[in-house]
């Protein structure tokens, strides 16, 4: 039987927020039902329920970076039992039977991946997220949260985790390997982590000096502002790899510029506006410019094994779900240290309302 949860929905792109009751599906024979503590807030959420990438479906319960305890298995489940602490990323289901789902690339599914909020499940029904008291997923794609990780700052590590560690791991960083981080938001402060932790060498590129220590303390090797444009000139030619982490609209020519022979800019960011570059910036010292979405199933898994190895955990701040909307603006103007966290225990202080 289905199973009344309260959430916390976009009814529109302004972002207003309402607590409402929730219908989570009766479990499959290989579903697994997690009891939510933690969901964090992804800049794609903010994307998404804005409805700036279009598609948007309201009332909407955003939220694919969530960590929770499981509370129940269906009839087939024998990977994970009650009481295992969990977490579920940007993905709750795909047809695992195309190439990409063999290959552990669920997030190509020929099919069409379901994503966890915002999508469509194999029966048609709207997917729901994190923001919520409880989720139902696909065993497959449900994650272990490796013993002795705190489970709040760990959250973020299901999208911005795998989101950085699947590039930094594609194209080589480790030592002796120069790497560029653009930005050091919520994104690009776990690349710091990780990409130190990997061996590599990292330098921040920031537009101001505000976060310098910060960086430095995760493990940068230097870090330089952007904004006078010094820096372009001062490290061209400089970077064997460099991970684009912000939202918004650079100078793709400027930042191209920094690499060196065969050196490599990936996107991870997803600005909505239009993005262009001059081809001799790819032509020149014989440049590549790619992108990466965060990463299958095993690879999450690897990513989170590898963090909690390194003592990797993201920076948090700790909020409560009436302070979500609020959240969203102090996300877009870079104001958050450094990805905010809700704490889903907080839905129940409020009354839901239909």
């Known amino acids: 039987m289905t199973t009344t949860i309260t959430a916390l929905q976009a009814d529109n792109a302004e972002g207003d927020f309402t607590t409402r009751p929730l219908q989570r599906r009766s479990l499959r024979a290989d579903d ?10 992804c800049h794609t959420d903010i994307h998404q329920v804005r409805n700036e990438w279009g598609g948007a479906s309201y009332p909407m319960t955003p939220g694919h970076e969530i960590v929770g305890d499981v509370v129940e298995v269906g009839a087939e489940v024998s990977e994970f039992t009650v009481g295992d602490t969990v ?5 709750a289901d795909s047809c695992m039977e195309c190439e990409a789902c063999r290959d552990g690339e669920e997030q190509f599914c020929s099919q069409g991946v379901v994503a966890t909020y915002n999508g469509q ?3 048609g029904e709207t997917t729901h997220g994190g923001y919520s008291q409880q989720i139902v997923v696909r065993d497959h794609f449900v994650l272990r949260i490796p013993e002795g990780m705190d489970p709040a700052s760990t959250t973020p590590l299901l999208c911005a985790g795998i989101t950085t560690y699947a590039p930094l791991k594609r194209y080589g960083a480790g030592p002796g390997v120069k790497v560029g981080v653009i930005g050091m938001g919520g994104l690009g402060h776990i690349a710091v982590k990780i990409g130190a932790a990997m061996g590599a ?3 921040v590129l920031s537009r101001t ?3 310098k220590e910060d960086g430095l303390s995760f493990g940068a090797f230097a870090y330089r502002a952007t904004e006078d444009g010094q820096a372009f000139t001062d490290l061209a030619g400089s970077f064997d790899l460099i991970i684009n982490t912000v939202g918004a609209s650079v100078s793709l020519d400027s930042f191209l510029g920094l690499l060196g022979r065969g050196g490599t800019m990936v996107n991870v960011g997803a600005p909505s506006e239009e993005q262009s570059f001059q081809m001799f910036s790819l032509l020149t010292m014989r440049r590549n410019y790619a992108g990466s979405m965060v990463g299958g199933l095993p690879e999450t898994q690897e990513m989170l094994n590898f963090c909690a190895e390194h003592g990797i955990t993201a920076t948090t701040e700790l909020i409560q779900a009436d302070q979500v909307a609020a959240y969203y603006d102090k996300v877009v103007s870079g104001d958050v240290r450094y990805r905010a966290v809700i704490d889903i225990a907080s839905l129940g202080d409020t009354v839901p309302t239909a």
């Open 201 to 203: 060498e990292i330098t």
């Open 87 to 91: 977490g579920v990323g940007c993905f």
């Open 121 to 123: 499940d194999k029966d």
């Open 209 to 211: 000096d505000s976060k």
């Open 32 to 41: 697994v039902r997690i009891a939510i503590r933690y969901a964090g807030i």
